[in-house]
């Protein structure tokens, strides 16, 4: 079966890099960048689609709709969302997508804030 990258990697989608919030202060641009990412986990709906991505070795967009209660227009914005800060990725299978975490963003993320 062959697997294409969903979509192209752009700056917003690289692995978060800044220290801890709590044990230094961040400068503008790392602050910029944890607020991006920050704001992407900031809604509901995301942060449960993610804990499901994060649950699996990889999940089908597909198979989202039901446990989100939601269209899949909207799940498809969702995960553009949390693709764009780097948090996910997908392989386009067909016309599904195949998302999958990206762990060494939310162990930044999980540095960036404190966790170690």
Same mark, same amino acid.
């Given at each position: 079966?062959?697997? !294409?990258?969903?979509?192209?990697? /752009?700056?917003? #989608? +690289? &692995?978060?890099? *800044?220290?801890?919030?709590?044990?230094?202060?961040? =400068?503008?641009?790392?602050?910029?960048?944890?607020?991006?990412?920050?704001?992407?986990?900031?809604?509901?709906?995301?942060? !449960?689609?993610?804990?499901?991505? /994060?649950?699996? #070795? +990889? &999940?089908?967009? *597909?198979?989202?709709?039901?446990?989100?209660?939601? =269209?899949?227009?909207?799940?498809?914005?969702?995960?553009?969302?949390?693709?764009?800060?780097?948090?996910?990725?997908?392989?386009?299978?067909?016309?599904?997508?195949?998302?999958?975490?990206?762990?060494?963003?939310?162990?930044?993320?999980?540095?960036?804030?404190?966790?170690?």
């Amino acid at each position: 079966m062959a697997v !294409r990258p969903a979509a192209k990697r /752009t700056g917003a #989608e +690289q &692995v978060l890099c *800044c220290g801890s919030v709590v044990d230094a202060p961040l =400068s503008e641009p790392e602050a910029e960048r944890l607020a991006e990412v920050l704001a992407a986990l900031a809604d509901p709906v995301r942060l !449960r689609l993610l804990s499901m991505v /994060t649950a699996e #070795e +990889q &999940v089908c967009s *597909c198979d989202l709709e039901r446990p989100l209660g939601r =269209s899949q227009p909207t799940i498809s914005h969702h995960t553009r969302v949390l693709c764009d800060a780097g948090l996910i990725v997908g392989d386009k299978v067909g016309k599904w997508t195949w998302w999958r975490a990206v762990p060494e963003q939310l162990a930044a993320v999980r540095q960036a804030l404190g966790g170690r």
